[in-house]
């Protein structure tokens, strides 16, 4: 292997397996939940008496400073310290001194990114649900404005019968509907807390697990410490959602596509969300309407990738298992994207 790549293979091996294992350029947006989590697991600390009340004055302070320069664009994640987690941790040690040392007492990373995790998801449930009822608000709007405007109705793409414009987008809303109740379903999943359950099989430190679910806001705590650890339902429950949404999303799509089009005529779409061509002006193509629909499938691999990824997997945790994050967070950022854009284009 050394001698097909020149050498240069054995030499960097240390190199290439450190990038490889590092997850800070996806998990460094769990910044903000990273040290929320943490300033809530250092309080309960003290306030269980396993560490001194000025430790825990110092760590919050210091963990305030560091949210401070992160988010002034003042932080610099190293990608040899692998993750979020030991980023901040690093950087706290260095400010507040042994400390900040402290602060990892009576937890595992392993707790940690999933306490981070379930926080994100249950924040982006939220942008996402506010971005699902702007949609539903613009479809309402536009179908208002058009319950009297005539369309033909099609089965088999062939023309059937007579109904309005209204008509045919409420058929959208109400599938919106459903994904909205889908959405509250994630959050149950989500509003779980895992801190407390360490690597495994918890610790022997005399924790309140309850006081940091109550200062996290969760509605419940994990009941068994390898299933806090290992669950990634959650996950695969918010990319099912997803993949659902966005197929509805697909299917307006492609329907913006048809009426847009010469033989259909039906709609126009404003110039901010078609582009024309420079070989062709007279083109107007519906390109918002076109990621959309491409993007879904995007979408529904993230979602076979979870599935594939956990389904061999024996208790608790493995390395497989930080493959979690790439896909979730592109799916989030698609979704967002997707609803967002929509609708100001519906709109219009």
């Not at 054995?10 to 998990?27: G, H, M, P, Q, R």
């Not at 943490?38 to 000025?54: F, T």
């Not at 990634?232 to 009426?259: G, K």
């Not at 076979?304 to 208790?315: D, H, I, N, R, S």
């Amino acid at each position: 292997m050394a001698k097909l790549w020149g050498g240069r293979f054995s030499k960097n091996t240390n190199e290439l397996v450190d990038a490889f294992n590092a997850s800070i350029e996806f998990d460094k947006r769990l910044y903000h939940e990273d040290i929320r989590g943490s300033i809530a697991h250092a309080q309960m600390l003290g306030k269980c008496g396993i560490i001194p009340a000025e430790d825990v004055e110092k760590i919050v302070a210091g963990l305030e400073t560091i949210l401070a320069d992160i988010e002034a664009g003042n932080f610099s994640f190293e990608v040899a310290l692998e993750d979020i987690h030991m980023n901040i941790e690093a950087r706290l040690t260095e400010r507040i001194g042994v400390a900040g040392a402290r602060l990892h007492t009576a937890r595992s990373r392993n707790d940690q990114v999933a306490l981070d995790m379930h926080m994100y998801m249950k924040r982006e449930i939220v942008e996402i649900g506010e971005l699902l009822l702007q949609f539903e608000k613009a479809l309402l709007a536009v179908a208002k404005k058009h319950d009297r405007t005539l369309m033909p109705g099609y089965t088999h793409l062939q023309r059937a019968q007579p109904i309005t414009f209204a008509h045919h987008l409420l058929a959208y809303f109400n599938m919106l509907q459903r994904d909205f109740r889908r959405l509250q379903g994630v959050w149950s999943g989500a509003d779980i807390m895992p801190l407390g359950a360490g690597a495994i099989a918890g610790t022997t430190f005399p924790i309140d697990r309850f006081d940091v679910a109550e200062q996290l806001n969760f509605g419940s705590v994990y009941a068994n410490s390898m299933d806090a650890v290992s669950d990634r339902d959650y996950i695969i429950e918010f990319l099912s959602f997803a993949s659902v949404l966005m197929m509805h999303m697909s299917r307006l799509s492609e329907e913006i596509c048809l009426w847009s089009s010469t033989e259909f005529g039906f709609i126009e779409l404003d110039d901010a969300f078609a582009t024309g061509s420079s070989m062709m002006p007279q083109k107007k193509n519906p390109d918002i309407a076109e990621l959309v629909r491409g993007k879904t499938g995007r979408v529904y691999g993230h979602l076979q990738a979870m599935l594939v990824t956990a389904k061999g997997l024996p208790l608790t945790y493995n390395k497989d298992l930080q493959e979690d994050k790439e896909g979730f967070f592109d799916a989030v950022d698609t979704v967002k994207f997707s609803l967002a854009v929509y609708s100001d284009m519906i709109s219009t």
